[in-house]
């Protein structure tokens, strides 16, 4: 069964350095998003993308966040100047337009 | 404003004792209503899917229902490999929208 898969599985940053999370989705789903968990909170929507560009966007997606489809098939969450609140699961998810099917997630720990 | 609620927040069940799990939801335009089992450390597994109220699926031990208001994740006969957090999640307006998920409910089953 096709699934959404994501790298690193963990990643560990300094303050202030720039990350880029990846995720390699099923190759023939529509919709792109990228979600994130805060240790024992919900999952909180971040941003999704569909036809190579953002179609909605969360308040939490500000000027530190973007996201690109550099080669067609991977899908990039870039967190610029990483802060200590932006520890959290990050996940990616893509649908064909009905169900998300989600990956496994990326632990981001910024020390 | 959209949102989702889930109760009980845990929930502690020995094997063979079924139950039941809410969701309230108030949502503008219902596009779908969304179960996911999480395990910890990992990413939310789809479920079911529900679309209007009166629709019921079944897997295994799990039985979903929606109601204009609520979903009930129902579990008869409980095994230990049925603990999880299980999240709720709604669609609204249309296809392909972000996921707006509840807190979860956390199950621990016990022999």
């Known amino acids: 069964e096709p699934e959404v898969t994501q790298t690193p599985s963990h990643q560990v940053t300094q303050m202030g350095q720039e990350v880029i999370l990846r995720c390699v989705p099923i190759s023939n789903h529509l919709y792109f998003y990228w979600y994130r968990q805060i240790l024992g909170q919900k999952v909180e929507f971040l941003v999704s993308?569909?036809?190579?560009?953002?179609?909605?966007k969360s308040e939490i997606f500000d000027d530190q966040f973007s996201v690109e489809r550099p080669d067609g098939s991977n899908f990039t969450l870039k967190i610029r100047s990483t802060k200590l609140e932006d520890s959290a699961m990050y996940f990616c998810?893509?649908?064909?337009?009905?169900?998300?099917?989600f990956g496994q997630g990326t632990r981001l720990t910024v020390v | 404003e959209d949102q989702v609620t889930q109760s009980p927040e845990a929930l502690r069940l020995q094997e063979g004792e079924s139950s039941s799990l809410n969701c309230s939801y108030t949502v503008s335009g219902l596009r779908g209503l969304f179960w996911y089992r999480q395990d910890p450390g990992k990413g939310p597994e789809f479920l079911f899917t529900?679309?209007?109220a009166g629709e019921e699926k079944e897997k295994e031990r799990l039985k979903a229902t929606l109601t204009k208001k609520e979903s009930f994740l129902h579990i008869t006969a409980p095994k230990p490999e049925d603990s999880a957090t299980y999240l709720c999640a709604v669609r609204r307006d249309q296809a392909g929208t972000a996921l707006i998920f509840g807190k979860g409910t956390t199950l621990s089953v016990s022999s």
């Open positions: 529900l679309y209007s």
């Open positions: 998810a893509d649908s064909a337009g009905r169900e998300a099917f």
């Open positions: 993308f569909y036809n190579n560009e953002i179609s909605e």
